[in-house]
Nanobody
């Protein structure tokens, strides 16, 4: 069992920045593909960004250029740097760790973009 703990969410004005962190409780972190998802009430959870074990990244079209996912295997942590935030980025953001056949989720952190 892998525990994922997100942090870094909060309230930010449009155009602002936040950095989310997700710390994993496993020494095998480097073998997990990591992703960030987000969800708003009444909608499906959507993939925001992902990073493979060798650092290949992918992004949803809606966040390309503005968001950057990265990982620090020495700290068992994945990050999501979010710049130029928009009100439509408001959601609960979830960290996901995947190593076939296992997948784990964090508890989520709220990001609110509002003036």
């Amino acid at each position: 069992q892998v525990q994922l703990v997100e942090s870094g969410g909060g309230l930010v004005q449009p155009g602002g920045s936040l950095r989310l962190s997700c710390a994993a409780s496993t020494s095998d972190f480097r073998f997990y593909s990591m992703s960030w998802y987000r969800q708003v009430p009444g909608k499906q959870r959507e993939l925001v960004a992902s990073i493979t074990t060798i650092g290949i990244t992918d992004y949803a079209d809606s966040v390309k250029v503005r968001f950057t996912i990265s990982r620090d295997n020495a700290k068992n942590t994945v990050y999501l740097q979010m710049n130029s935030l928009k009100p439509e980025d408001t959601a609960v953001y979830y960290c996901n760790a995947r190593r076939t056949p296992y997948t784990y989720w964090g508890q989520g952190t709220q990001v609110t973009v509002s003036s």
